[in-house]
C-alpha cells in the first residue's frame, strides 16, 4: 500500500462533519443507545433509516436493518450503512470514506483490488480500494525543490541515469556524465562521486 494519500473512514451519523466517532455515538450494546436506535459496528443507528433507497440488496452482514445498504461505489454516511459483503467486497467488508462520501471495499494489500491500489485508511488497521493513481509513487521532478537526494525521481521522460538534490539550491537536477547531455550546457562536477548534476555553469566547475 502507498501512503501517498491517507483517507478518513466516516462513521458518524449523517451531517456530522468530524471523521472521528463522536462519543454520543459509541456503543457496545443497544442499551448504550437512545430511542429506538440500536448498535451496529459499535456505532449508534437509527433502525427506521434503511439506508440508501438506490442502494441496491447486496447482502449487509454488518448489521443494517432490513438487509438493505450501500454496495461499494455509492453513497454513504456511515460506514454502518455500507454492504459488508457482496459485489466487489472482500472479507474484510466495506468503509465509507470522507474524501468522496462512498462505500470502499476494504482491503490489505494492493493484490486485493482490482485498480491495484489499497490506500490507508487514517485510524485503521485496513486501507480501501481506490484508484490506482492514488497509489502511484510521489517524487520531485528535476527543477523542483528538494530537502535530500530522495526526494528527486530516478525515472520519468527525459531522466535518462536519475536524478538528485543539490545542497547549493536545493531543487532536483538531472544526474549526467557529460555537459553534452544537459540543456544548460554544463554538468556540474559533483565532489566525490562519478557523475554531475545538469545545472547552471555560473559557480560550478561543468564536466
Do not use: F
Amino acid at each position: 500500500m502507498s501512503k501517498k494519500w491517507i483517507w478518513s473512514a466516516l462513521v458518524l451519523a449523517a451531517g456530522a462533519a468530524a471523521c472521528a466517532t463522536a462519543s454520543g455515538d459509541r456503543c457496545a450494546s443497544d442499551a448504550d443507545c437512545k430511542g429506538t436506535r440500536v448498535c451496529s459496528d459499535g456505532v449508534c443507528i437509527d433502525q427506521s433509516s434503511g439506508g440508501n433507497e438506490d442502494a441496491g440488496t447486496n447482502t449487509d452482514s454488518g448489521g443494517n436493518p432490513g438487509n438493505t445498504c450501500d454496495p461499494v461505489g455509492t453513497p454513504c454516511t456511515a460506514t454502518a450503512n455500507c454492504c459488508q459483503s457482496g459485489t466487489g467486497i472482500g472479507t474484510e467488508g466495506a468503509i465509507c470514506i470522507t474524501n468522496d462520501n462512498l462505500c470502499h471495499a476494504a482491503c490489505s494489500t494492493n493484490a486485493e483490488c482490482q485498480s491495484g491500489c489499497c490506500a490507508l485508511v487514517e485510524g485503521s488497521s485496513l486501507g480501501v480500494c481506490a484508484a490506482s493513481s492514488e497509489c502511484a509513487p510521489t517524487c520531485v521532478a528535476p527543477g523542483g525543490a528538494c530537502s535530500v537526494p530522495s526526494d528527486c525521481c530516478q525515472t520519468g521522460t527525459n531522466i535518462p541515469y536519475g536524478s538528485t538534490c543539490l545542497n547549493d539550491d536545493y531543487t532536483c537536477h538531472d544526474i549526467c556524465y557529460a555537459s553534452s547531455e544537459c540543456a544548460s550546457g554544463c554538468c556540474i562536477e559533483l565532489n566525490g562521486q562519478s557523475y554531475g548534476a545538469c545545472g547552471s555553469a555560473a559557480g560550478h566547475v561543468c564536466l
